[in-house]
């Protein structure tokens, strides 16, 4: 029988590219998001995956009930999950208190940070008890700076990130393997649904998500704590995060982010 994942915003995007590299490397899959485009995501992976099964679960993982209820059609197929990535996201771009909603950001924590403990903690613990398994949280290199005009967002991989690092401490003696994908920016949706086309960031040079994805499988599978994915930049950003002092960082973000900075920039 095939090993099984379980990988979340697989729709489209990093989480898509990581439901098919998991697939073309013979896993059995759920995957899960909360648009009705997750069904053709697995009828696309079962055809370029033959031998491999494909369990499409559209859910709404910001609500309680829907990660209890992604966590109920996981535990019905009766199987051991081996690899779990969490990898649902959401962003929103613009000035915190001026431009964006409260409920727009406390989506961003819901899915974001909550959805992903939530998940975590009833998935990884199956995992503790057969001392065995791999996660993958995909965090960001926003993570390694302060994040003006996405600061929620930012703040929320940050999170991830650090959570990720301390689970993996506290599970080195227990078989189960925590990794850590960086991504830059990459050629998503992403940018669109934050509202920040306008921003340097969106309209500069983007990573390939199935590249993404493979190095993050890669990293996966060596047990590696992270990886960051993508353009040497990214590399150079995730080194001068370790360095430079915050209140830098955060002057040198605002120029990526700044809603109208693609225009300023000549873009």
């Known amino acids: 029988m095939n090993a099984l994942a379980v990988v979340t915003g697989a729709s489209s995007g990093i989480g898509y590219e990581l ?25 696309q992976l079962k055809l370029r995956s033959g031998g491999v099964h ?8 910001r609500a ?4 209890e209820s992604l966590v109920s059609r996981v535990r019905a197929l009766g199987r051991p999950v081996d690899v779990l990535a969490v990898n649902a996201g959401v962003g ?5 208190v001026r431009d964006t909603s409260l409920g727009d950001n406390l989506e961003i924590v819901d899915l974001n940070v909550r959805s992903s403990v939530h998940l975590a903690h009833r998935l990884i613990s199956d995992m503790v008890d057969r001392k065995e398994g791999k ?18 967002y930012a703040a929320s991989k940050a999170f991830l990130a650090s959570f990720a690092q301390g689970l993996r401490e506290e599970l080195r003696d227990t ?7 960086m991504p830059g920016p990459t050629d998503t949706e992403f940018f669109d649904r934050a509202g920040m086309q306008d921003t340097k960031v969106a309209t500069g040079d983007k990573d390939d998500p199935a ?23 990214n590399k150079v950003q995730a080194i001068a995060g370790k360095i430079a002092p915050d209140p830098v960082k955060a002057k040198m973000m605002r120029t990526m982010t700044e809603p109208g900075s693609a225009e300023e920039s000549g873009e």
């Open 19 to 43: 439901a098919k590299v998991l697939a073309d490397n013979g896993f059995d899959v759920v995957v899960a998001a909360e648009d009705e485009r997750i069904d053709e995501t697995a009828a």
């Open 64 to 67: 309680y009930e829907g990660v």
């Open 54 to 61: 494909v369990e499409p679960v559209r859910v709404d993982l």
């Open 175 to 181: 078989g189960v393997s925590v990794t850590t994908l």
């Open 92 to 96: 929103v771009g613009g000035d915190f």
């Open 211 to 233: 590249q993404v994805a493979q190095q993050g499988f890669d990293a996966l599978m060596k047990g590696d704590d992270h990886v960051v994915a993508g353009s040497l930049k």
């Open 135 to 152: 996660v993958l949280f995909t965090s960001s290199i926003a993570a390694t700076a302060p994040g003006p005009f996405h600061s929620v």
